[in-house]
């Protein structure tokens, strides 16, 4: 399966009644929080001379947050981290690689999803057995399921799972990967990333079938698929395999200069070359003030209160 392509659909979506709401946001809530604690202390083991940060034990960690997120998106939140990490040695390598020009900053190690101060970011993570989409012409949906303690407090009855209306129709076809839901605090949207492994032998079929737009029959003989690109202005691939890449060069009058074009890297603004403060205790014990701790940027609560007294930590990442 690895070496199968992957291809991402992009919707958006919303809960399809307030409790689902409230559920959605407190599961979201409580991923940073994880997040963070397994960043830092991979990032101790990176800074220390000696330190090695697959060394790094986190799965303690479980105990604390599986009520909350399920112990399956525990593994998953772990295993995204792991693939930064293996990121981040990658392009270090690359840098440190005096005959590779790729790569001419030194890379930063994986950051945190921001902190207490000036909030955290909503990212939600369901690995890709346990989600399921149902498309229909009116009303599409995705349905996932949550820890022990959000079943309890939203009063879920048996196998109910949070239910999202999704909008968007899927662009490729696969085997579904990891789904991942992003709030958009700007826009106000719940984004869903949904990643899918195709076969080889479909790749280029779906691919000609995205970019395809076959006029009346009488007027064609052949069909082609045309991608307009940033770099190669169009690429054609006919029906009979005859591909064809088109270029646009400005016309430019009065310089004797051609246009430059550069590449920046994406940083984690919040990435910073000194281990960060350690995520101390909350002064309460219980599954409430994970969910408090990781409360979103806005001040603003997205969701209603939920029952009972949250506990604010004395000090998170």
Not at 104 to 133: A, I, K
Not at 184 to 202: K, M
Not at 245 to 251: C, D, E, I, K, L
Request: hydrophobic share 30%; proline share 4%.
């Amino acid at each position: 399966m690895g070496d199968q392509p992957q291809r991402t659909n992009t919707y958006t979506a919303e809960p399809v009644s307030d409790r689902y709401r409230e559920c959605l946001f407190d599961w979201l809530a409580a991923h940073a929080p994880l997040w963070n604690q397994i960043t830092y202390r991979r990032r101790q083991q990176y800074f220390d001379e000696n330190g090695d940060v697959w060394d790094a034990e986190y799965t303690d960690l479980y105990e604390q947050y599986a009520p909350i997120l399920g112990k399956a998106t525990c593994q998953q939140i772990a295993r995204k981290n792991s693939e930064a990490w293996r990121s981040h040695f990658e392009l270090l390598s690359q840098y440190r690689d005096g005959s590779n020009h790729a790569v001419t900053e030194q890379p930063s190690p994986p950051g945190y999803w921001g902190n207490r101060d000036e909030g955290y970011d909503l990212h939600g993570l369901v690995r890709n057995d346990l989600y399921t989409f149902d498309w229909n012409e009116k009303t599409s949906t995705l349905e996932f399921g949550v820890g022990d303690v959000l079943e309890e407090r939203y009063d879920f009855k048996h196998n109910e799972r949070v239910t999202l209306e999704v909008r968007g129709n899927p662009h490729w076809r696969g085997d579904d990967s990891r789904l991942e839901l992003i709030y958009d605090e700007h826009a106000a949207r719940l984004r869903v990333q949904h990643p899918v492994r195709i076969q080889s032998d479909d790749l280029r079929e779906q691919r000609q079938a995205a970019f395809t737009h076959t006029l009346d029959s009488e007027n064609t003989t052949h069909s082609a698929a045309i991608d307009v690109g940033a770099n190669n202005t169009l690429a054609v691939v006919t029906e009979d395999g005859d591909t064809a890449v088109y270029h646009a060069v400005p016309n430019l009058t009065g310089s004797s200069n051609s246009p430059s074009e550069s590449e920046h890297s994406n940083r984690n603004s919040r990435t910073t070359s000194t281990p960060a403060t350690r995520f101390d205790a909350c002064t309460t014990s219980g599954h409430d003030s994970v969910i408090t701790a990781a409360m979103p940027r806005s001040n603003t609560p997205l969701s209603g209160s939920s029952n009972g007294t949250l506990t604010q930590c004395t000090s998170v990442i």
